[in-house]
């Protein structure tokens, strides 16, 4: 095949791609020398903090800053009198800036202080007097459904933010047809995302009324125009410089109101402000959570394994504002059914408003959630036929060339590749066939995009490489970097495709004032997206490169390659002293009459559809796929379950850096291993008790189980050197995994995140009870 | 003509350029939160402080640094040891980072420390114990030619930096058929910049040992290539960030150690250090100031004032060290030729070390040495003819079409239109009829480059302009801005091109990895040179723009226009509601399917050709030409002058912001009557006394004459709208205009720098002894 050949020809020759490159960026972070937001100095800096309503839902009857102001030390309170009075919101405008008449969650922002060091911020906070009057709240999803309840938005009867329903194929006669049907409703969990850094801005008004924030966001350019609404000013006039990002997780996506009141402050103090989150506020009001849902799922098979039908019914908690809800639950109402063949799916989701802490985007996005469902689901109904589960999801996985019933094309698919991989390396077969007590294996899959069509019918990239006269080349690209190795890749590309060192590329920060506009990084979509932008960049500089080299060597273009950083002639590396320094070329060609520098500018646009209403279009021009394995021991006693062992294998296409995939294969795993076991709040009157990383139990070194890793032999005929996205897709399956593996070890189904021993332990005790 | 006619086409239509349009910077500037240098704020940031030769000359036997080392505080102290031991320069490497073996002249670095505070610091650096034996110096031009002079360089027998000489046309031939023929030695002056701010730098190695330095350079490009050799790094290796500057004028423009030695000690210390010079070392060892010559000239002109030949004679001080002096005194003995039609000139030239501080570039180059000593000659040979000087000078004046006997391609000129401005605004004709005692009128002219093939075979520049999608546009370019107003001019020529506002032009800061690359701002290139390279990236934006409203609102390209920020239909501004906002067409253009940003690529090399060893060759594309004429009065009593009026006539083509331009050349003069009057110092054993603004008598507000501006009608067709260099011109002729105003009203000749009253009053004396 014409892909497959020129894909072994290319990777004879790579020596930068799929290399182990470390991050150039490592140093500075290890030693403590990077910028982070918190690093940010300017002339006069103040320091901020915000008074957040202690209540899920209150009238705020009055407000006095009278002595807040007073404070020695203070330079500015801000309420919101001082914004434009418009709410925001990604997909719904229904979140303030700083609650003015009521507040709808435990940590909303009701006013800020900005002082001349953080402590007198703090101490003025408290100076501030609210009346409050208590509304009764409404802090489950039951309880927002609840006939009578009060109401979170006046303009949301019912409570309902969002609804959507959609039929493909004939569900009732798939189920007519299938031989075996399951049912059952789970119900995941509120986890956080817990990056090390708290999300932070720094945030300064020029003279000519123009706004520069620093702030560790992920999107710099999408965020611009969301806060530049919020704030009542042009997006023209706001400028985001994208600091170092200490970890991002989809929480860091612009949806919080930071840096908003940040800016507010620095408009009315008239000098810098600092507003950076403590652990608390984040965990309160910080990042979004990822979104509970109650995932019910009907799933029809017939008696050879064949799928036949799924129907879901979703209902999912908005928390009090949307940010990207909306779109978190179309994802998980229809990101899975690119997973197997269904022949019919019908889906039901409606999003809740309820008086909690407002839900988003996190790694993995609708899927965690949709996964712990119908990945269960699938479990189930291999029981019911007494069928191995590996052979049943083998059976009904997608392959590259299929169409899903939404429409969603996969080009690259080695699904089946991955079931195989992910139950050899945990010894699937042969731990079945001889079974240990107490201990189970479980599998689940997964699917997620590569870069998603979200706002407006665009989900491209851009980006120029310099080849300059130095030696060096610079990538100017928006997209940026969260601590995910993102500019290492780019750079990976770049120096490939242009034949020179990956020391000699260089690639600029996002900055929505210098750098090419960028999406940034979300839906998994820098490597394949920005990394063909800048692929086509950096084709662009060589050829320019190329051409030059042929005018001063005298010879032809279609003679010359570039290798090694020196432009040499093909099969003959000892012309011209064996070759001409790249920097060499580019000075000579810059340094002569009429002269100019090497820059090459790429552009490139997922090939992929706007999704209609009900979300029909192919979201992405690539899919990647995973199956996670695991092996966990019960403790009869306790309920307690050790995960032993656990197997990834991925399909991300070409894998650029190992060591950076790896990364994010083995990082998405504890933050599923955490999703799965550990990571909850007792909560009380819609506040988590003790919200900090004593109580939040992330899971450790020490907690993690051997993991196997494997990437899929696979190739995406559009990604750069047939690449596709990595970053999330990992977390996935690792609750539906253990739940299936725990079914597997001591015959109990967990329906609900996350899979504590107390509920295995009662589950088995009922279990017990009814034999 | 079509020229004339293109441009009063142009005009008609323009919105933005040759507007007074504020400076966007003014602000910050005047209020106080500009970032300069001192402003570089970067964790664990270290001061330091430099120790310099106190002798001209001498050996140093030996250096101990330990007690500077034991003072608390101290992070690191730097010697030649340090330095890779090769000396650099931007024409002859002379120069060391640190004198190891011997210094050559007072203020030479010898050490540096770095430390906490700059207090410790300076402490530190009295406390390096020094073994000197000093040496017999030369501190005269005549000292260092004097038969067994001592030698400042072993490498330059009889102290000769570099001597070159020229002769085209038949000189001796020319004299020949001289009716009148006069000559005389002029010694032009020491002058310093004394800009505001002086050289400062923060430097900072990574962990990936790449340096960056924050620096107020002029040219960050070209200095970046210097100090990459003094540290004995790759180019590629050195980041240079241009801050804020304070004033360059020449000064800054990257033959300094500053930076330089800044970088050792932070290589040294691990950590950032900020090393910025008093205003002592500025004047001891900063800057390098303008280079004093011993200017003889002999000119012939028959008996109806047409010049008939010049030959010159140029001794010129290079101080210790030779950075650009080579370029300033071949420019001081070739430029001149271009403002008059000689027929015949002759040049031998000769650069000479002393162990006096370097000199080297500084507003005007060469010419204001050359224009002291030729504009008087012509002054005296008007005398000699007994013909009024203005009528001499516009007889011989060259005109747009010329080319002169080195090859300048004289495009543009209204060299005519100046003179007869500038007689006109001093009352010349009104004045000479009717004189008043002791008052004269004197008048000088010059001519000047926009920008000089100095670098190699390249005077060009390249630019991006980015229409994005909020509307703004942002310009990258790498040429950077050093108070002079370039980044204004530039940002109005973008806008005027794209169509759009001024205020919603960006330009990028000067930074060596993210703009593209720059010569920077040096012989007034910036304005016709960056200008012509950011109108073509701007028409390439434009054009794109309007390939996409095309589509967008299904009409053709030829039928729409951009005007005040909107596309609108040619002669239609009605239609589609007054036509559509150039953001909301980038913003559609960008987020469609296969959508991309509006990216316009520009690049421009100045139409000019590099000059050959004896310096023939068309310097510029275009020239730009001034002149000056004087009221004085001189108090018979003292011999103090009082300039009483001063007019400037200036033909730099289309006057882009006359704001601006005015700035230019007020400032200029300002510059050229501090030059003329005052500016000195005493000199002892080869260190000016008192090295401070108390001392150094810089014109002041109250100072100034009355001046009379004109800018002459002129259209340059290489220039970005017509434009050309205006930055230095305007210093050139002052000196010797009030020098011929002086002769005017009391009869003596003034031939060394500064007019001082003293002299004057000697020179009257002695005019009356003769008598």
Known sequence: MTLASTRVTRETELSVIGKRIPRPDAPAKTRGTAQYVADIQRTGLLHAAVLRSPYPHARIRSLDVTAALALHGVKAVVTADDTPGRSWGAFRKDQPVLASDKVRYVGEEVAAVAAVDVETAREAVLLIEVDWEELSAVLSIDEALADGAALVHDDAPGNITYHFGLERGDVDAGFARSDVVVEGTWESARQFHAAIETIGSVAEWDL??????????????????????????????????????????GGKSGDDNNPVVCALLARKAGRAVQLINTREEEFLAGSRPRMPMRYWVRLGVDRDGHVQAKDIKVLADNGAYTGKSIAVMGAASVRPDTLYRYPAVRADSTLVYTNLVPTGAFRGFGSPSADWAVEQAWDMAADELGMDVVELLRMNAVESGDVSLHNHRITSCELKQCIDK????????????????????????????????????????SAMVRLNEDGRATIISGEGEIGQGAGTVLRQIAAEELGIPFEDVDVTPSDTQLATHALGALASRVTYVAGNAVLRAARAARQQLLEAAAVQLETAVSDLEVRDGRVMVRGAPGAFGGGVLVGEVARKRLYQRGGGPILGVGEWDNPSDFPDESRYGNESGAYNFMAEAVEVEVDPETGNVQVLELAAAVDCGTVLNPTLA??????????????????????????????????????????????????????????????????????????AAIANAVHDAVGVRITELPITAEKVYRAMREREAQR
Not at 446 to 453: F, K, M, P
């Open 662 to 735: 790896e990364g994010q294969v083995e990082g998405a795993v504890a933050q599923g291993l955490g999703l799965a076991q550990s990571e909850t709040f007792a909560w009380s009157d819609g506040r988590p008790q003790n919200p900090n990383f004593g109580d939040y139990k992330l899971p450790t070194v020490g907690d993690m189980p051997i993991i196997h890793l494997a990437f899929a032999e696979s190739y995406e005929p559009s990604g750069p050197f047939g690449a596709k996205g990595v970053g999330e897709i990992a977390v996935d399956g690792v609750p």
């Open 208 to 249: 000519n009324d123009r706004l520069t924030i620093w702030t560790n966001t992920q999107t710099p350019f999408l965020s611009r125009g969301r806060y530049a609404w919020a704030l009542g000013v042009a997006e023209r006039d706001v400028r985001i410089i994208q600091t170092e990002v200490g970890g991002g997780f």
């Open 422 to 461: 992910a139950a050899e390396l945990i010894g699937w077969h042969h731990k079945r066939a001889q079974r240990t007590p107490n201990r189970g294996l479980g599998i689940a899959c997964s699917v997620h995009v590569s870069g998603r069509r979200s706002f407006g019918d665009y989900d491209g990239s």
